[in-house]
Nanobody, 117 residues
């Protein structure tokens, strides 16, 4: 069983920045992918960014966040980060950390990000 602990959400004005963190328990050698999804009220959960460790650390971003968000990973801390810059009101959502560990999917509890206009 993998436990995920998220932090870093909050309220920010448009144009501001936030950094989300997600620390995973368990062996880092068995982590295949880490990333972030988000869900806005009345909308489906959508991918924000992922990093595929099993393919050499390749990253993937939603078109809506390319150039503004950056995903990164600290292997020693088993932690994935999402640096969010130039935030827009449409980025408001609950952000969920995601980890694929030993080919099983795990989700964090979610952290609220609210961007005011």
């Amino acid at each position: 069983q993998v436990q995920l602990v998220e932090s870093g959400g909050g309220l920010v004005q448009a144009g501001g920045s936030l950094r989300l963190s997600c620390a995973a328990s368990g062996s880092s050698r068995r982590i295949n992918a880490m990333g972030w999804y988000r869900q806005a009220p009345g909308k489906q959960r959508e991918l924000v960014a992922t990093i595929i460790i099993s393919s050499g650390g390749s990253t993937n971003y939603a078109d809506s966040v390319k150039g503004r968000f950056t995903i990164s990973r600290d292997n020693a801390k088993n932690t994935v980060y999402l640096q969010m810059n130039s935030l827009k009101p449409e980025d408001t959502a609950v952000y969920y950390c995601y980890v694929n560990h030993d080919w099983k999917d795990y989700w964090g509890q979610g952290t609220q990000v609210t961007v005011s206009s």
